[in-house]
């Protein structure tokens, strides 16, 4: 069965401050890779995926995520991070050959301006 | 855009009341999922349906029953709710086929069982 870890719960930041959040999977075939966040009082949106090639994913609001196999990661990147980053961000993975996605516990992040 | 409403934004129930929650996604979507949300556990699924009248069981299936009768509809019920079925349900739909993966979410409806 698929699973992802997510190990940092709650994340304090400066704005400025650079932002790199953990998740791991854990699946021995092909997968699919997302990232999804939730703002305060939004829907669930996705942040950025990664199917297939380049390992390094950019996606919307200078977000980045880099697919490491060897260590089954995809960490979440921002170089600069601002106040209107605060939210709930959630890894999920999907193996391919499967209908549905399996999600990461999330990681709240607060940005303090 | 993709529009995925769900009948409820709060509801509140009482113990061994058989409970249902609406979803309904205006995009023809082949897939619908529900999920449950809970602090420090985040998304669990519930069950799947991949075409109407269609379901798998997900991962946290007990205690839930699901059904598909129209492609744009996807009920989930509590056929007698419990107190640990308090949480916050999620409705999601996608496209079939590859590269179609993206979900789109519904605003959520959280249930307090008392």
């Known amino acids: 069965a698929q699973s992802v870890s997510q190990h940092n719960h709650h994340v304090i930041l400066s704005e400025a401050a650079s932002l790199e959040l953990g998740c791991n999977y854990s699946?021995?075939?092909?997968?699919?890779l997302f990232w999804y966040v939730q703002y305060p009082g939004q829907h669930l949106q996705l942040l950025l995926k990664?199917?297939?090639?380049?390992?390094l994913v950019k996606g919307i609001k200078g977000f980045e995520a880099e697919f490491i196999k060897s260590k089954f990661s995809f960490n979440l990147r921002k170089p600069s991070v601002q106040w209107s980053d605060t939210a709930e961000y959630f890894c999920?993975?999907?193996?391919?050959?499967?209908?549905?996605?399996?999600f990461g516990s999330g990681t709240r992040l607060q940005v303090q301006p | 855009d993709v529009k995925v409403t769900q009948s409820s934004r709060y509801l509140v129930k009482r113990t061994g009341e058989k409970v249902f929650l609406e979803c309904v996604q205006d995009?023809?979507?082949?897939?619908m999922f529900w999920y449950r949300q809970d602090p420090g556990l985040g998304l669990r699924l519930i069950y799947f349906?991949?075409?109407?009248?269609?379901?798998e069981k997900g991962d946290i299936p007990e205690g839930y029953s699901v059904s598909r009768e129209k492609k744009e509809r996807f009920s989930l019920i509590l056929e007698s709710a419990s107190t640990n079925q308090t949480s916050m349900y999620l409705c999601?739909?996608?496209?079939?086929?590859?590269?179609?993966?993206?979900?789109?979410f519904g605003s959520g409806t959280q249930l307090s069982v008392l």
């Open positions: 999601a739909s996608s496209s079939s086929g590859t590269g179609n993966e993206k979900l789109f």
């Open positions: 699946y021995g075939g092909t997968v699919n």
């Open positions: 990664y199917f297939s090639g380049d390992p």
């Open positions: 999920a993975v999907k193996a391919i050959g499967r209908r549905a996605l399996t």
């Open positions: 995009m023809d979507h082949e897939n």
């Open positions: 349906s991949y075409d109407v009248k269609m379901k």
